[in-house]
């Protein structure tokens, strides 16, 4: 990494927590749209 701020921040095993569940949040939310957007192309 070339920020030594990012490189605390993700050697971090609480951030690390952090990034991990908002990375899964993210996933989950586009997953929600995906289907809906499909529920609402193949009517």
Known sequence: ???P???EW????K???KLA???ASGI?????QT???N????K
């Open 15 to 17: 951030e690390q927590k």
């Open 28 to 32: 989950v939310e586009w997953f929600k």
């Open 1 to 3: 990494m070339s920020n």
């Open 39 to 42: 529920a609402k192309t193949s």
């Open 5 to 7: 701020n990012e490189f």
């Open 21 to 23: 569940n908002a990375i």
């Open 35 to 37: 289907k809906q957007s």
């Open 10 to 13: 993700v050697t971090d095993a």
